[in-house]
């Protein structure tokens, strides 16, 4: 059974830091790229970062490059998004997903909510 569990969310205020963890099971974890995909609320998904399947190519969108960090450890089948400098704008439910081919996501895990406000 595939399983994307998310955690790590909460409530933090402004300036702060939360590292957020997507735990994979179910798959063959190395040969999927990682993507970490937020939903704002009442607007639609936005794509956050992604890693590749070794780990050494990662990208940011414009809005958190320079305060976010994907990772992803191999030998426990999770890739992790550190936050620091949050914003009030970061608070979304946060998604990872995963893709073994670059034309879409095959997985998603049920989201973790991060909300930014003091």
């Known amino acids: 059974q595939v399983q994307l569990v998310e955690s790590g969310g909460g409530l933090v205020q402004p300036g702060g830091s939360l590292r957020l963890s997507c735990a994979a099971s179910?798959?063959?974890?190395?040969?999927?790229?990682m993507t970490w995909v937020r939903q704002a609320p009442g607007k639609g998904l936005e794509w956050v970062s992604a890693?590749?399947?070794?780990?050494?190519?990662?990208s940011y969108a414009d809005s958190v490059k320079g305060r976010f960090t994907i990772s992803r450890d191999k030998s426990k089948n999770t890739v992790d998004l550190q936050m620091n400098s949050l914003k009030p704008e970061d608070t979304a439910v946060y998604y990872c997903a995963a893709s073994y081919r670059p034309s879409g996501y095959d997985y998603w895990g049920q989201g973790t909510q991060v909300t930014v406000s003091s």
């Open positions: 890693i590749n399947t070794g780990g050494g190519s990662t």
């Open positions: 179910g798959f063959s974890f190395s040969t999927y790229a």
